[in-house]
């Protein structure tokens, strides 16, 4: 996929907020060699390094736009041109980070039984791995994606766009993986509601993000015909309160291992 860092900043406040959760947990301050895989347009890179502002912190991500993004955001932070899964498994002799975050990213890479100890292997003896996953697959918001896109004339074009996110393991899948790598592990799943101007607010966010599969495949007529009938879905969904706004319930995963 494609990724608009324009469109994926629209709610970085509400985006940045669990990254600012997660890294807050981490028991050690002192870090030599910070890691944020997945950085996208560095808003969670600029969260690492205030976290550890000794730290040389580095970034990598695997779109151009979001590195291009980051690197004019940060341009005193190191970012590279690299997916996730690809780094994990290097065989390589860079020195070791303390602590690598992985927020909002890993829900995309599938194959976690081996990726996640692939990037524990790359941490130094004293380390932490921090994880941040959206796991709202289940929510309206998601629902009505798949929904929409099995009713309609763009339904064998977008066949395959629900098969871009699978569903979590679960915090015992995750526990069963990890516990024996680590000496601490935490595991929590936060819900987060987010007060948004109508379903219109709902549709501009999930397009930086979770709408994307859905609508890269369709040419621009289908594309606005599926986001009018997704937004119909959206509007029953989602009520307005009695100030106009709505609530939308974002539940996220994190997992704090450390060393």
Not at 2 to 10: D, E, G, I, V
Not at 62 to 79: D, K, Q, Y
Not at 115 to 136: E, S, T
Not at 204 to 225: N, Q
């Amino acid at each position: 996929m494609t990724w608009s860092p324009k469109q994926y900043l629209a709610f970085e406040d509400e985006r940045t907020r669990p990254v600012r959760d997660l890294l807050g947990a981490i028991s050690f301050g002192d870090v030599a060699l910070a890691l944020d895989v997945g950085c996208g347009p560095g808003n969670s890179t600029e969260v690492l390094a205030a976290r550890f502002p000794g730290a040389r912190v580095q970034g990598l991500d695997n779109s151009p736009e979001m590195i291009a993004a980051a690197r004019e955001r940060l341009p005193h932070v190191e970012f590279k041109l690299a997916a996730a899964q690809d780094w994990a498994f290097e065989d390589v002799g860079a020195p070791a980070p303390e602590v690598i975050l992985a927020n909002a990213v890993l829900q995309w890479i599938p194959g976690h039984e081996t990726l996640l100890p692939a990037m524990a292997r790359r941490l130094a003896p004293r380390g932490a791995l921090a994880i941040q996953m959206p796991d709202n697959l289940d929510q309206p918001s998601h629902v009505a994606m798949r929904e929409t896109a099995a009713d309609g004339p763009w339904r064998e074009s977008l066949r395959g766009a629900a098969a871009a996110r699978t569903p979590l393991p679960g915090a015992d899948g995750y526990y069963r993986l990890l516990r024996p790598m680590f000496s601490k592990l935490d595991i929590w799943r936060t819900t987060y509601h987010h007060p948004l101007a109508g379903a219109e607010a709902i549709v501009e966010w999930v397009k930086g993000t979770g709408l994307r599969p859905f609508l890269e495949p369709l040419g621009r007529d289908d594309r606005l015909a599926y986001l009018q009938a997704y937004r119909q879905r959206l509007d029953a969904a989602y009520p307005a309160m009695a100030d106009g706004m709505v609530l939308l319930a974002f539940p996220r995963l994190f997992i704090l291992a450390e060393r």
